[in-house]
């Protein structure tokens, strides 16, 4: 049988690059900025991580693509600050491909490599059978009020299952209020893809794809978030020749409108992401 993939996979496939490795650069030295952050972090031999006591470990440039790393970006809408993400993984309880850690962001001062504000998320980087595949900054235009702006984290995470695929990012946003750096959205799933298949061609499959708009209104002092959800499904199967074809269904649109309570924005069941 000649297998031609089906237009749903291919896009799981163009979209598979963990979204870290285009933000590394921005680092610039990451060893220094490192031991500015974590001044009591020893580095290791040859360069490619520290180790923080009694065994936390931060990767630079990790020895396997499933190994979480530093990831840096410069924030445009204050381009003097840089974002960094550090993942802080316990080697002793990560084994056999599974990590156990917390992550780290910090809020950096690129003149001078200060840190102004930091803000740890335990269990961030817990994972299993469902891997961490890379973490990312995301710097859209999140105006959430007139003087303050939001940046995103974003985790992105699948199996390594052939015949039961599953994809999923997740977005987090977090916004400087005063002095302190604090999350006001948690866990949104906003890209997925999942489904059951033989395979080699024949199966059911689902993805989605989520994208946010800020609005007029507001809530408690911050604007309301419009989120647009698409959703897709292919049936893939063999044609009489042996030919793989995509069998898509029609597409489903749902449109969703966040509010912030005070304290993070509000979202359906149907958004959340997976608990890590």
């Not at 204050?78 to 962001?105: C, K, N, R």
């Not at 390594?160 to 400087?176: K, M």
């Not at 030919?243 to 649109?253: A, L, R």
Request: overall charge negative; aromatic content about 6%.
């Amino acid at each position: 049988m000649r297998i031609l993939l089906p237009a749903l996979l291919l896009g799981l496939a163009a979209a598979s690059l963990p979204p870290a490795q285009a933000a590394a650069g921005d680092c610039g030295d990451a060893a220094a900025l490192v031991q500015q952050a974590y001044p009591k972090a020893r580095k290791s031999a040859d360069g490619a991580s520290f180790m923080l006591e009694p065994h936390t470990s931060i990767a630079l440039t990790p020895p396997d693509y499933d190994t979480p790393r530093l990831v840096c970006k410069i924030w445009p809408a204050h381009d003097q600050l840089l974002l960094v993400a550090v993942p802080l993984i316990d080697s002793a309880q990560s084994v056999d491909g599974m990590h156990i850690g917390d992550i780290e962001l910090l809020v950096v001062d690129r003149k001078n490599q200060q840190v102004r504000q930091r803000l740890l998320q335990p269990g961030l980087m817990n994972d299993d059978a469902i891997a961490i595949r890379g973490i990312g900054f995301d710097t859209g235009r999140y105006q959430l009020a007139p003087k303050i702006t939001a940046f995103g984290l974003r985790i992105d995470m699948a199996t390594h299952s052939q015949a039961n695929p599953f994809r999923e990012t997740d977005l987090r946003l977090y916004a400087l209020d005063g002095d302190a750096l604090r999350m006001v959205l948690d866990g949104l799933d906003v890209a997925g893809f999942g489904g059951e298949g033989d395979t080699n061609c024949a199966g059911s499959f689902h993805s989605s794809q989520v994208s946010l708009a800020m609005s007029r209104a507001s809530h408690q002092g911050y604007h309301d978030i419009i989120v647009t959800e698409r959703m897709d499904t292919d049936e893939p199967a063999p044609d009489k020749n042996g030919e793989c074809q995509s069998h898509p269904g029609k597409s489903v649109k749902r449109t969703y409108r966040l509010r912030y309570d005070g304290n993070r924005y509000q979202l359906p069941a149907t958004l959340k992401a997976l608990e890590p």
